[in-house]
């Protein structure tokens, strides 16, 4: 069974950095990719940054491109989500996921806040 720990949320100011990193274990994620979603109050949980665990090629959502890098560590089986120039926008609690590459067959983690302040 896919687990999920994320940690390294918290509160910033705009224009600040948070890294947020997800601790995955359970299972072999060669044919997985790993990711992160969020979602923020009244709206839908939304894609940010999928990175496929086998070769690394890495996807982003519009509204973080430039600005957040997702990357993995094959010898802690974790992946993390650099996040730079926060904007207030990109405050939301944000869910690690893991999926079989090609699928939405998703496990999710329990989700860590990121709130950015004016």
């Known amino acids: 069974q896919v687990q999920l720990v994320e940690s390294g949320g918290g509160l910033v100011q705009a224009g600040g950095s948070l890294r947020l990193s997800c601790a995955a274990s359970g299972r072999t994620f060669s044919t997985y990719d790993m990711g992160w979603f969020r979602q923020a109050p009244g709206k839908e949980r939304e894609f940010v940054a999928r990175i496929t665990w086998r070769d690394g090629n890495r996807a982003y959502a519009d509204s973080v491109k430039g600005r957040f890098t997702i990357s993995r560590d094959y010898t802690k089986n974790t992946v993390y989500l650099q996040m730079n120039s926060l904007k207030p926008e990109d405050t939301a609690v944000y869910y690690c996921?893991?999926?079989?590459?090609?699928?939405?067959?998703?496990?999710w983690g329990q989700g860590t806040q990121v709130t950015v302040s004016s």
């Open positions: 996921a893991a999926w079989p590459s090609g699928t939405t067959q998703y496990d």
